[in-house]
């Protein structure tokens, strides 16, 4: 399928603080994405256009933006499933250094804030090795923390969580997602109490509004509202 | 606008570690807990915990674990895998470690691998093994070690540059000691000088220098090229591993991107463009299983024949198997070819070999120390020799794990009562004036244009398989290139200009390019997956030896130490519980 | 290993988070039944002060108001709490913002208590404050501000919304049925909150002024305030019905996840049907 595909792409930073959009249009070939389409422009037309990538297959999570208004991963949407104009902006509530790159720092931080290190019986990685635990079929561990961790941290639910916009402090469901596969998971040897902490206070578990935007953007299939729900009801067995 | 006059802001640490994959991660986290007061930093080209190929690895980790399997065992097919090429006690502490690593990933960063029905740890079939011992979580075991390596990264006190990428090592007057890199901040466009005790350079390697490639996208062969211009050995450069099924993707960039082993290993057929599944005509045995050199051959060849797909590849059929047993199987890979118009459980796929992993590299000794110098540790893919001729499968994110922690733990010890050495300043000014070259340039070739050039005339000229007057035109390409390398340019702002690391991109990956097709054309044989048509034959006699290459010494060789094992030594006796192959 | 998983601890959000439950589920029933007495069995312009009497003899009906006021006020203010403390960045300002919503909420359970108490001894014909009518213009402009807040609101969202599909620009989280459900649920508490501390202060008039308190009833049926009658009855609804989706979905987890939209579909069926009646009646009731 031959056809033109017009990329609406806001614009910013770069020596200058304004905000605009520009329009860059592009020939659409076979099975294009929409971080395919970027190179096209970057490459061909603009290479002042500033945007992130590595993998290209969806496993790193570093395209995450705002495809005609709906956070995903710019290397999984392919260009004919969009209309003639799609509109790319930067993720939400993160500070946008240019263009479509957002700085990732606040998301780690509050990620780090939920203690997400997995703490075995000595941690460190020079001390003794124990053996790895043995996890039957039907264990909880096997179906309940095996969707949750698939988490690639790309950000796309952070940015669409409303209260993450409008609750600066609050840790995101990227964090309380991966708090609650830690508290879920009993190789977990000391069980961080900052972690309970952090998860309990006003800014964890509790400010979340049960919006459900994280599930609907989610590129890994993964449920920050279900882990959140599940740590609320300490059903941590279900 | 002389370098001279412009100072270069500079830190010091004991730890530089460049690149955070696997490699990079270890280290850091061994060298961190051996001594917590070392003052260990994280460099790399885009996001650390995200980017690089360790996150990419859909198979798994080969490891002994089962009482049935022996680490000899291990040794043995690694060897056979690397057509004896290995260095071998290089090999001998991978698979030795390996098992310890797994344990300790496991244990201490909470990795979640997969389990059997009985609740241990599970461990599948991969091509050119005698055991089913490739641990894995799902299809997408890389995610999971990096996520989890990143985690403990985290909580530690770790110094971090993401998104910074290494110039070039910089070494003292005596130039065999390593003070330390020089480091680009691609968001801010400023050069900063990095001084170590000890650098480790981890950066991944990776053969994007083809028109097909699975790599991440920032991989250029960085590693390669700024050891090259170091100074150091490298070794087997030739040896570049295409795997055989990769994505064919249209006009995407996905094009390349690995469909995994375990596809082969469960059973999956490879048909060409009249539906005949050839390798029983290339290898009757094994057919599907043989190793990745032979059955990317293999493709390839049908290709050349005329008997391809329409896209220009072979077909992966794993319909046979059963739509459930697929979805439920290899999830990640059933959904990125459905997004791009195929159905894995019920079709065939097309495919093509792609680049994908580079067994050359520096020489190190088994703590990761490289030979000649001081100061400087390499591990994971940028080194060379641990897997000789052929990577096994599942021996790749072995590998980069269990020679990070190597390397970690020595350079802790290194640290102990090493002062840091004074970098050298005309190496700072020469790296820099380099580096910031095209920046100040208008016109000539496209950055873009000059990459896309190179990736195809490495895959006619220094392909899958090779010839001496092609080598030799490809030499002749990249000679012309690099020509056109000095005079691109990509005038413009320092902050985040993709086109100027682009054009650093280009000029490491021509280099590397460069040193495979010399290598390849050096070698008079054909071994592992370095094959030459007019030199079919594997010649014990006369090649038995690594291809060595070492700025102003031309291309040598090294005979390889056969310090445990022989080609032709009797086989081990059959596994208690293989795979039939 | 661990013996078992490691639980969050309890916390003041937690403690709140209940009580929003717990309350919001009582309140279901209350207001729904005080809401029907108000607009379904009677017309709105029907609840003078001898309608307020009638009411107000029976024993029973005070003690009910009595847990409606209570469990209104706190519940609602709990819910702008959990509003306000979100803008709040640090402890301090949060601590702060705590006693005042305390205190107001102190302020008007006491004052609730005292016209339920004067309620029980009065003959509602003539009252201390009967001369105070300028109460009741207050309260009119009050009511009239909060409309007028409200239509600006809806047109003011109609608008942006209207030019965004129609030059094309993306929806962005308002293309999620879950973002609309979340602020359609602040807003009808804001709303009902707002009309709550109107309403407080004019039930309270019943008992000290009932001629005010007639005046102040008959200022409401201003046509000008006729749909924000409509959009009070359906605010109530909403939040109810939408609390108990919440409530709903919070139990079930995982298992109501495809069942989302269908969900908040329904919410709004049935706000729909449920307000019907409570217009005819109003309709009917209008000159």
Known sequence: MQRTVTLRIARSGGGTSQRSTRDYTIEARSKMSVLDALFTVMEEQDPSLAFRYSCRAGMCGSCAMRIDGRESLACRERLERHGATITLEPLRSLPVIRDLLVDMTPFFEKYTAAEPAFTGADPSMVAKVDEPAVVPPGDHLRDVVNTEIDCISCGACYSACPVVAANENYLGPAALNRAYSLAADIRDATGAAARRAAVAGDDGIHACRSTGNCVAVCPAGVTPLVAIQLLRKRALRP | MTAAHEAVETFSCDVLIIGSGGAGLMAALHAYDTNPALNVVVVAKGLIGKSGCTRLVQ???????????????????????????????????????????????ETKAGVFFDRSPDGTIHQKAFAGQSFDRTVHRGDQTGIEIVSRLHDQLLVRNIGRMDETRAIDLIPDASGTRIAGALLLEQRTGRFVL????????????????????????????????????????????????????????????????????????????????????????????????????????AGYLEIMAGRGSPQGGVFLDASHLGADFVAKTFPGMVRRCAEVGYDLTREPVEVVPTAHFHMGGARIDADTRVHGFDGLLVAGEDAGGVHGANRLGGNGVAESCVFGARAGVAAAQMCAGRELAEPEAAAVARARDEALAPLRREGGASPFALRDRIQRAMWEGTGLVRQAAGLQRTLDVLEEIEEQIGASGALGDARWNLAWQQALDVRNLRVAAWLTTRAALARTESRGSHARSDHPKRDDDAWLVHTVQQREKGVSTLPVSLTRRKPGDPPLPRAVAAVVA | MRSGPELPATSRAELVWWFLRISGVVLVALAGLHLYAMHYATAPVDTGSAFVARRWSDAGWRTFDAFLLLLAVTHGLAGLETIVRDALRTSRARAVADVAFVLLALAAIALGATTLAEAANVSFVAGPLDDALWIATVLHVGLTAIATVTYVAFIALAVVLGLRLATGQPLGWWGFSGQWAFALHRATGLGVLAFLAIHLID?????????????????????????????????????????????????????????????????????????????????????
Not at chain 2, 65 to 93: C, K, M, P
Not at chain 3, 249 to 273: C, G, K, N, Y
């Open chain 2, 194 to 297: 990095g001084r170590a005790r000890v650098t480790l350079l981890a950066t991944g390697g990776g053969p994007r220098m083809y028109t097909y490639s699975a790599p991440s996208l920032e991989k250029v062969g960085d590693g390669y090229a700024m050891a090259y211009r170091a100074g150091c050995e490298l070794i087997d450069m030739e040896m570049m591993q295409f795997h055989p099924t990769g994505i064919l993707a249209g006009a995407s960039r996905l094009s390349g991107m690995v469909l995994e082993e375990g596809l082969r290993g469960a059973g999956a057929f490879l048909l060409n463009g009249e539906g005949e599944r050839f390798m029983e005509r290339y290898d009757p045995v094994r057919k599907e299983r043989a190793t990745r050199d032979v059955v990317s051959r």
């Open chain 2, 59 to 105: 198979g798994g980790f080969n490891a002994v674990l089962e009482a049935g399997d022996s680490i000899e065992r291990h040794f043995v097919d690694t060897l056979e895998g690397g057509a004896y090429l290995n260095d071998q006690e290089l090999a001998w502490a991978l698979v030795s470690d390996a098992p310890e690593i797994i344990r300790k990933l």
């Open chain 3, 203 to 287: 039930i309270a008039l019943a008992p000290f002024a009932p001629r005010v308190y007639d005046a102040t009833v008959a200022s409401y049926a201003d046509t000008y305030l006729v749909p924000m009658e409509i959009a009070l009855v359906a605010a109530v609804i909403y939040h109810g019905a939408n609390g108990i989706r919440l409530i709903v979905m919070e139990i079930a987890d995982r298992r109501m996840l495809p069942w989302r939209s269908t969900a908040f579909s329904l919410v709004v069926i049935v706000t729909l049907v449920l307000l019907a009646p409570s217009v005819v009646v109003l309709v009917r009731s209008l000159p």
